[in-house]
């Protein structure tokens, strides 16, 4: 059974770095049979896809329009996890973060999820 | 790139169906068998209910079935009973290999 546990602060300073990790369990961060995703909700924007990594021979990173100035996505295969980095936050990246797995048979469903962290942006 | 269009809120009667609409783009929901649909309960991460337009996940329910025509695609409920009453996001795969998620429906079972 493949888990997804959330790590990382609640609370982040406007202007600074949102970081966030997710360890898995029951699967492997570099096989090449899944894709490793951050969501976030908002009551406002509802959910937003972030962006993912993936190992296909090497690591590669597909990132949102809206972030992709601002957003670094990193797997560790060495433990077992990948991690976000969202830089310049501001109040309205404050939301519940999700980390998700996109296994290749779901052709990008996102079919399990971590228990979400919610990250308020304030000073 | 604008989210996919969905009603922002839907309703029916216990025993009914009802059909959710996503709209999208030529280079969304029209170009892709990748459209998903996720049931979000408050406090709860998301649950994945169809992918690959019209495939279920093992373990939900067969009331739930998925369609899509040209640039839309759309969740089916029949049946509907008061534990089917969440939020349902679609989400479609892209030209640009990104994800992009419609904006949600609040079903309400009344």
């Known amino acids: 059974q493949v888990q997804l546990q959330q790590s990382g602060p609640g609370l982040v300073k406007p202007s600074q770095t949102l970081s966030l990790t997710c360890a898995i369990s029951?699967?492997?961060?570099?096989?090449?049979?899944?894709?490793w995703n951050w969501v976030r909700q908002s009551p406002s924007r509802g959910l937003e896809w972030l962006g993912r990594?993936?190992?296909?021979?090497?690591?590669?990173?597909d990132y949102a329009a809206s972030v992709n100035s601002r957003i670094i996505i990193n797997a560790d295969a060495s433990k077992n996890q990948f991690s976000l980095q969202l830089n310049s936050v501001t109040p309205e990246d404050t939301a519940v973060y999700y980390c998700?797995?996109?296994?290749?048979?779901?052709?990008?469903?996102?079919?399990?999820w971590g228990q979400g962290t919610m990250v308020t942006v304030s000073s | 790139q604008s989210a996919l269009i969905q009603p922002a809120s839907a309703s029916g009667s216990p025993g009914q169906s009802i059909t959710i609409s996503c709209s999208g783009t030529n280079s969304d929901v029209g170009d892709s068998n990748s459209v998903s649909w996720y049931q979000v309960n408050p406090g709860k991460a998301p649950k994945l209910m169809i992918f690959n337009v019209i495939n279920r996940p093992s373990g939900v329910s067969n009331r739930f079935a998925g369609s899509k025509s040209g640039n839309t695609a759309s969740l089916i409920i029949s049946s509907l009973q008061s534990e089917d009453e969440a939020e349902y996001y679609c989400c479609s795969f892209t030209s640009r290999s990104t994800l992009i998620f419609g904006g949600g429906t609040k079903l309400t079972v009344l």
């Open positions: 998700a797995r996109d296994p290749v048979w779901a052709h990008s469903a996102l079919d399990v």
């Open positions: 990594t993936y190992y296909r021979s090497k690591w590669k990173t």
């Open positions: 029951g699967d492997s961060v570099s096989d090449n049979t899944a894709a």
